[in-house]
């Protein structure tokens, strides 16, 4: 030992910490506990602890297991429930520091430990915890999961890491929380990094058994640097959950498109309003990295959070891909999200795909919320959608906008592929916005319709040409408006149902019941084409309210219905008794 008081140095090749038999543990208290040699080995079965604020008051020490710049910690055998605890909190003070080396089995083979936690929380301010290598943990014999949390405090990453629960890949999964408390429903501190192309890896898998949770807080760049990547497995016979309790923050960083992953299927369970960003800044000639959660159910643990997944990018850039599952409450098992918002559109550049392939439910509660996705919109082919922005039809309805700034709405191939907006509300009718329909993707939407109903029911504005087709195997290609909102021309627009004139297939029908269909501006004209000329084929009908100025900005300048059939032409119905056409 040496160094002024308060202070313990360890100086010694090799350090064998034991915890003592009745509580199994070691604790130091007061000041600062450093050690400078080649191994920690925990001897003891169950845990040593560090503790460097005895009564939590007042500033914490700091801990430092990596003097050495070499320093690894492990259990002294193998298959035992060692533990290690680092501890620096203050409740009225600030926190201590907490830096370590890898945490492995390099002292002997398959010597790791059960589980490591770290607590670095002041009321002041928290501490910094680095960490500079892997950390490797394993279940060992008889004993709970394995679990590596931090609970709270500013973790920062010199260099790229993995957290690794199971060795052998032979058992369950362990508990990784980085960030948050252990009820996960609130963040502290943070998650960055301390140089550029720092990637972390949390390998949760289980094998042969269920894969383990994972709870993350904040990833920001109070390091110096945000991470560049965040990799998340937790693959297993039962997979893993993925809680979400603040913003993600990754960065380019000049080396490279970030991206945040989810290998499993387990859920992504969102524990606050949280944000995604795969670009900070949208650097111009930087990509944005792709947010990929597979099929996983997203969901909230309470009512009123907002998800936002932003993968655009500067000018000229390319948007990151987006790829999720259901988005619902869990089966009536938790709570809807408020609000969905996904942007991986760019301008001027390469918009991300944002490949859909389940139902999105929202519910405003007694707020206001949504559904609003801009990039290159892709629906996995075959299926028929819901998009619901007040599920339980008690409320005012959620707006809902698609591919309006950006991109566009597609499948992924030719096919019976639908989509059925509802923003139908028991109160007021969300309104809903429309950019581009077309076969981006490979394939159009089959049959496409919105919902809008409520006391006030919302409004319909088109941004784009809406483009459909017949499945294929007979079934016509339509577009229906349901709920009397008006229909808002805000571009010169074609609606166009029958691509290619298929034979013996009628043309499409548009159908927008009693709506007022008026432009946004001037000058704008509007082309419905429902033709089929194909042999045998009829044009599709045509349903509308009236056409005239109710938006208050003026006239359509032209409108053009085109409904002939090679059998027969489609019909044109007025639904009003008193209906009007104008243009101007």
Sequence with gaps: GGGAAGDLYFTDAEASINGDDSNHVTTILEGDYNFNGDNII????????????????????????????????????????????????????NAGDVTIGTVDDTAQPNTFLQRVEILATGATSNGTVTLNGDINVDRGGAGVNPIFVIAEGDIVLPTSITIDTEQGDNQFGGYVRLGTNGSNTSSSGSISASANNVILTIDAQGYGDA????????????????????????????????????????????????????????????????????????????????????????????????????????????GGAVTFGLVDDNAGGNNFLQELVVDAGTTAGTDGIVAISNDIYTDPGTGSGGITIDGDIRLTAGGSYSFDTDDNDNGNAGDINLAVTSGSVSATAAGNTNLTLFSRGGLTGGDVQLGVFNNAGGGYINDFAVWSQGTTPGNTTLHGNISLDDSGAGDSGDFSIVGNGDVIIANSIIIDTEQGNTAGVAGGSVD????????????????????????????????????NNANGNGYLDVLTIDMDGNNADGTLTFNRATATLSVD
């Design 42 to 93: 925990a001897n003891d079965s169950y845990a040593f602890q560090i503790d460097t604020n005895g009564d939590n008051s007042g500033d914490s020490g700091d801990i430092n297991l990596y003097q050495s710049g070499t320093t690894t910690i492990s259990a002294s055998a193998a298959g035992t429930s060692a533990e290690m605890r680092l501890n620096t909190t203050s409740t009225d003070g």
């Design 211 to 318: 894969g383990g949770n994972v709870a993350l807080g904040v990833f920001d760049a109070d390091g110096g640097n945000y991470l560049n990547g965040l990799a998340i497995n937790t693959n297993g016979t039962t997979d893993g959950n993925l809680y979400l309790n603040g913003n993600i923050s990754l960065d380019h960083n000049g080396v490279g498109a970030s991206s945040m992953t989810l290998t499993g299927g387990g859920d992504v369970i969102v524990s606050n309003n949280v944000t995604i960003d795969t670009e900070i800044g949208d650097t111009v000639g930087q990509d944005a990295g792709a947010v990929n959660f597979g099929a996983s159910n997203i969901y909230a643990d309470a009512a009123s959070f907002t998800l936002t997944i932003d993968t655009d990018a500067a000018a000229g850039s390319t």
């Design 512 to 547: 927008w019941n009693n709506s007022d269909v008026s432009p946004s501006a001037a000058n704008y004209t509007l082309e419905i084409n429902t033709e089929n000329l194909g042999a045998g084929s009829n044009g599709g009908n045509v349903s509308l309210g009236s056409v």
